[in-house]
């Protein structure tokens, strides 16, 4: 399995926009073949600790094969989340990891 994870810093961090980019990961990204486990969510305040990195919404992704992730990649979908969004991204950050 290939997890497929990003951390997005906005700049309107605002809690409507934090939810708007939430709605949008929902809406493009979640329907996709392929996917075994999909999460998205704003940061946890709580867990503000010096190890961890500053964000406002993580997202993710999980899936079967690398070959569901490169489909992923360029699917209309996910082409159209990007061109929403980018313009209130900051900041984004990609880890890509095998994971059992």
Not at 23 to 34: E, R, S, T, Y
Not at 50 to 77: C, G, M, R, W
């Amino acid at each position: 399995m290939l997890s497929h994870m990003v951390y997005f810093t906005l700049k309107d961090s605002s809690d409507s926009a934090q939810q708007t980019m939430v709605d949008a990961c929902q809406k493009f990204l979640k329907p996709h073949d392929g996917i075994t486990f999909f999460a998205v969510g704003k940061h946890a305040p709580e867990f503000d600790r010096p190890v961890n990195q500053k964000f406002h919404i993580a997202l993710h992704v999980v899936f079967d094969t690398k070959e569901s992730h490169d489909v992923y990649q360029v699917s209309e979908n996910h082409l159209a989340f990007i061109a929403q969004g980018k313009e209130n991204w900051e900041q984004v950050q990609v880890f890509d990891a095998y994971v059992d």
